[in-house]
C-alpha cells in the first residue's frame, strides 16, 4: 500500500515554547482527504493532535489549514489532488492556539467592523423580497456563497503584511453583498468603513482571494466594485450631491 | 484492519515561517511580485546604466550590458503595468491568468525584437 508521508505544524502552548513540524506517515487509502489522514493520524499515532471540523463536505468552512503552502479546506482537498508528501500548517495571519487549530478573532474582528448584517430601512416594514432571478439579485448572485473559512484571509498577502489592519477579502465581499441590497439602509456607513485606510484601496490585486476560495468567489472583483462605488461616494461628497 | 502505527518522534524544527507559504502562491501573486521586483531591478539598472555613461566615456561592455537589461525589464515592466491598469478597471478579473501569460509572452516579444535591432544597430 502506497504511504503518505506527512509533516504537521505543531504547537501546544501548555508544553512548547515555540512550534515545530512533527512527521508521520499514513497508509494511503481510496478517496482519502486531507482531513482523513489528519484523523488517521490522531485516532493511531497521536492522541494529542488538535485540528478543527464539523461538517466533513465542504459546507461548513471550519477545517481551514494550509496544505503545501496553499490555504486549503482539509475535508474537501483529496490526496489525488495534494499529493502523497504533504506539509500541514495552521492558516496563515491567525495565531495558532493548538497544533492546527488558528484563533479566528482577526479574522472575524474585521468581518465585524463592516457592519456585516443586515440593517432595514424601516425595522417595522414586513421583508420585501428580492426575486433570485432579479437583476439585483443577480448581481451579488456569485459572491453570496461565503461560508467564512478565513482562506482568503489567510491567503491575502496584504493582510500578512499589514499585519491584518486590512480588513480582508471576506469582509468586504459581505461589505459589497449588503451595500448592493436596495433594501439596506447602512451602504453609506459601510462605504465610509470600505473606503477608509485599511479598505479596499489596501488591495494589491494578487487574486490569492480568488485562488483559494472554495466556493469559487472572487473578491477581488467585488473589491473593485467596491472602489468604484467609493471613489463615487467621494465625488458625490465633493460636490455636495449627498452621502 | 488497522494499519500498524509509525510512531515518529517529533522532529523540533522552526515556527512556519512566511517561506513556508511561499510555494502556494498562485499566478496573481506571482504577477505581483515580478512586477514589483521588476520596477525596483530597472530603477538599479538605470542607475548602474548611468554611472556607466559616467564613469567609462569609452563604449564598452558595461553600458551595452545595462542597455540590454534595461530593454527587457522595461519591456516586461510595462506590459505587467498594463494588466494591472486592466485589473484596475475591472477587466479580465476571470482571465488574469491567461492575461499574466500574454503579458510575460508580449514582453519576451517585444524585449527580443528590441533586443535585435539593437544589436544590428552597435553590432
Not at chain 1, 12 to 32: L, N
Not at chain 1, 57 to 74: E, I, Q, W
Not at chain 1, 225 to 242: D, E, N, T, Y
Request: with cysteine; glycine share 8%.
Amino acid at each position: 500500500m502506497e504511504e503518505i508521508s506527512c509533516r504537521i505544524y505543531r504547537y501546544d502552548p501548555e508544553i512548547d515554547k515555540k512550534g515545530y513540524w512533527a512527521s508521520y506517515r499514513v497508509t494511503r487509502q481510496p478517496q482519502m482527504t486531507v482531513l482523513d489522514v489528519l484523523f488517521k493520524i490522531q485516532g493511531e499515532q497521536d492522541l494529542s493532535l488538535a485540528f478543527r471540523c464539523a461538517c466533513r463536505v465542504g459546507m461548513c468552512g471550519t477545517c481551514g489549514v494550509t496544505v503545501n503552502g496553499r490555504p486549503r479546506l482539509a475535508c474537501s482537498t483529496s490526496i489525488d489532488e495534494a499529493g502523497t508528501e504533504l506539509d500541514i500548517a495552521p492558516m496563515r495571519s491567525m495565531l495558532p492556539i493548538k497544533d492546527l487549530a488558528v484563533d479566528m478573532a482577526p479574522f472575524f474582528e474585521s468581518y465585524q467592523a463592516i457592519i456585516p448584517y443586515f440593517v432595514p430601512r424601516d425595522p417595522d416594514a414586513p421583508p420585501a423580497a428580492i426575486p433570485p432571478g432579479s437583476e439585483e439579485r443577480g448581481i451579488i448572485d456569485e459572491s453570496l456563497e461565503c461560508i467564512t473559512c478565513g482562506l482568503c484571509y489567510a491567503g491575502c498577502g496584504v493582510v500578512a503584511s499589514t499585519k491584518g489592519r486590512y480588513l480582508g477579502p471576506a469582509a468586504l465581499n459581505r461589505a459589497y453583498n449588503l451595500i448592493q441590497d436596495s433594501r439596506d439602509a447602512a451602504g453609506s456607513e459601510r462605504l465610509a468603513i470600505i473606503g477608509s485606510e485599511d479598505g479596499v484601496w489596501r488591495c494589491h490585486v494578487q487574486f490569492a482571494c480568488a485562488d483559494v476560495c472554495p466556493k469559487h468567489i472572487n473578491p477581488a472583483h467585488t473589491i473593485q466594485q467596491l472602489r468604484r462605488k467609493s471613489v463615487g461616494r467621494r465625488l458625490r461628497k465633493l460636490f455636495g450631491l449627498g452621502k | 484492519m488497522p494499519d500498524e502505527p509509525v510512531v515518529a518522534p517529533p522532529t523540533p524544527a522552526r515556527a512556519p515561517l512566511r517561506l513556508n507559504y511561499v510555494r502556494g502562491y498562485g499566478v496573481g501573486m506571482w504577477a505581483f511580485l515580478l512586477q514589483r521586483f521588476s520596477g525596483l531591478l530597472l530603477m538599479l539598472v538605470i542607475f548602474a546604466h548611468f554611472w556607466s555613461r559616467v564613469l567609462v566615456p569609452s563604449w564598452g561592455l558595461a553600458q551595452k550590458a545595462t542597455d540590454m537589461a534595461m530593454i527587457v525589464l522595461v519591456a516586461y515592466h510595462a506590459f505587467a503595468g498594463l494588466r494591472v491598469v486592466l485589473v484596475d478597471l475591472g477587466v479580465g478579473m476571470r482571465t488574469q491568468r491567461a492575461i499574466f501569460w500574454g503579458v510575460v509572452a508580449l514582453g519576451l516579444l517585444t524585449a527580443g525584437a528590441a533586443l535585435l535591432a539593437y544589436q544590428q544597430r552597435f553590432p
